[in-house]
């Protein structure tokens, strides 16, 4: 009987836990709705620029926290607790949207005691876009990233007011081309909220890459990553592209698309984000690599894919290598050196 007794108050314990935890989202919820920003009726439109392939342009949406796709996801009761508020990460999505490696991501935090934020750029600018190759592989990168900064960077300044999170320990991670939008971030943080940023498979076409970083920046490649690629060789950190193909964000910091965009020497060659993370780390910038064997693009996307992708359509269709995917082990480590990172900021 008395087992019995104690099992019964256990579990209304846990009961009581889990209803605070919703509660504790609720209040959040209410909150939230009282900061919405929906996007204007003149929100972003497509520009075709050869059959099956497009630009964005027009103004972009701010970041909304009250739109469907926004995720406020808080470690479950069993997790790791690691501290009274949990840290907080930011996921800044890839080309094709929030995907399966982001919903990855967003468990294997929670488990081990980082909240996490996710949400839809996209939807926010109003694009119909599930179930289409439109982001995937019918948009420049420079349309893709513009979007995805603009939401990220509001998500951050909304994520420094929110309650239920440490906001002195909020990290930033970006796959593809929300990599891009990571390391941009770097440069544009506080570093008295943000403790690092997580730029993984970020390609060097897109808004450019800063010359100055606030916070530290670890730069995350597979090393069978070919996203992209024009040969199976044609790795993603060592991969330069036309300058024609940048168009600088006008929220980011000043960069390399200052000097290499479609506006600026766009005859000329961009660099790699190699080269480019090897001369901020030799000026002293707080740039480290990490690199994975038996990985491709996306280390949390799943096994690896060595599929193909085709940009456009019609004549002028390109034909691109797109391995994704990492072994077990290659996923595990990349999640173990992330933890390991967001523990090493407390004492």
């Not at 420094?160 to 390391?183: C, K, P, Y």
């Not at 544009?188 to 909220?193: G, S």
């Not at 005859?267 to 090897?278: F, I, L, N, R, V």
Request: glycine share 10%; aromatic share 8%; net charge positive.
């Amino acid at each position: 009987m008395q087992m019995g007794h104690l099992m019964n108050r256990s579990f209304q314990s846990c009961l009581g836990a889990m209803v605070l935890a919703q509660g504790l989202w609720t209040a959040d919820a209410a909150w939230a709705q009282r900061d919405c920003r929906p996007a204007p009726a003149d929100v972003a439109r497509l520009v075709e620029l050869r059959p099956g392939f497009h630009r964005v342009a027009g103004p972009l949406a701010e970041f909304d926290p009250c739109h469907r796709s926004v995720r406020l996801s808080m470690p479950g009761f069993f997790a790791d607790k690691l501290a009274d508020k949990p840290p907080l990460m930011i996921i800044a999505h890839g080309g094709n949207g929030p995907g399966s490696a982001e919903q990855e991501m967003v468990r294997r935090m929670n488990a081990r005691g980082v909240a996490t934020l996710l949400y839809d750029a996209y939807e926010m600018n109003r694009f119909e876009y599930r179930g289409t190759a439109l982001f995937l592989t019918g948009a420049t990168n420079e349309s893709r990233q513009r979007m995805i900064f603009k939401a990220t960077l509001g998500a951050y300044h909304w994520a420094r007011q929110n309650h239920q999170i440490d906001t002195t320990r909020i990290f930033i991670h970006g796959l593809s081309n929300g990599g891009s939008v990571a390391l941009n971030m770097a440069a544009v943080v506080d570093p008295q909220h943000v403790r690092a940023v997580f730029a993984e498979g970020a390609p060097s076409a897109g808004i450019g890459m800063p010359d100055q970083i606030r916070v530290p920046l670890k730069l995350v490649f597979g090393k069978i990553d070919n996203y992209g690629g024009r040969t199976e060789d044609d790795w993603m950190h060592t991969r330069t592209d036309p300058c024609l193909v940048n168009r600088a964000s006008e929220l980011a910091a000043p960069g390399t698309a200052q000097r290499c965009s479609i506006n600026a020497n766009p005859s000329d060659t961009s660099m790699s984000p190699q080269a480019w993370g090897e001369q901020l780390r030799s000026q002293g910038q707080p740039l480290e690599f990490w690199f994975y064997d038996d990985a491709a693009h996306g280390l949390l996307a799943g096994p690896i894919d060595r599929g193909v992708r085709v940009y456009g359509s019609g004549p002028s269709a390109q034909r691109r290598y797109g391995w994704i995917g990492a072994s077990p082990d290659a996923a595990n480590r990349f999640t173990a050196d992330l933890i390991k990172t967001v523990r090493a900021t407390y004492p």
